[in-house]
């Protein structure tokens, strides 16, 4: 009887950490999205989507630029609402009014899915303004 006590010190642990992850990785439902835009593409980009501890590549289009003086601009957010890696692809439009994206300030996106995006600039300047409505989402290269 000592011998099994001994034993189940070491493998409850173990079987703790194992069960974990399993049991978070069916019920995630958010992504993290992370966008880059380049100056000679100024109304597309390309796009990554963390999910369930992959990376899927994304071709984002649809975009409309104002005060546009920077060579990259980098946008990062989460998207919600997820089902599946698929449910990602579509065309967005703003909820509550909230689809220009500008320093500070972030624009909340649905995609007929249900799928919400949030995105927020990281090196925006003063004047720049984006508007987000009207974007749409790709994959690049994956199956859907």
């Known amino acids: 009887?000592?011998?099994?006590?001994?034993m189940l010190r070491f493998v409850a642990p173990f079987g703790a950490l194992v069960a974990i992850p399993v049991s978070a990785?069916?019920?995630?439902?958010?992504?993290?999205?992370?966008?880059?835009l380049l100056k000679?593409?100024?109304d597309s980009g390309i796009a990554?989507?963390?999910y369930q501890t992959q990376k899927y590549g994304l071709v984002v289009s649809g975009i409309k630029l104002t005060g546009f003086w920077t060579t990259k601009i980098n946008l990062t957010g989460t998207?919600?609402?997820l089902r599946g890696v698929a449910d990602?692809?579509?065309?967005y439009t703003a909820v509550d009014g909230d689809k220009a994206v500008g320093p500070a300030k972030m624009a909340r996106l649905e995609n007929p899915k249900g799928v919400v995006l949030e995105i927020q600039g990281v090196?925006?300047?003063?004047t720049f303004i984006l508007n987000?409505?009207?974007l749409t989402i790709k994959n690049l290269g994956w199956q859907p």
């Open 132 to 134: 987000l409505a009207g």
């Open 79 to 81: 998207a919600s609402n």
């Open 123 to 126: 090196n925006l300047g003063r």
């Open 25 to 36: 990785s069916t019920s995630d439902t958010e992504g993290r999205i992370q966008i880059t």
């Open 40 to 42: 000679g593409q100024l």
């Open 48 to 50: 990554s989507l963390f």
């Open 88 to 91: 990602i692809i579509g065309t």
């Open 1 to 6: 009887m000592r011998n099994f006590f001994w």
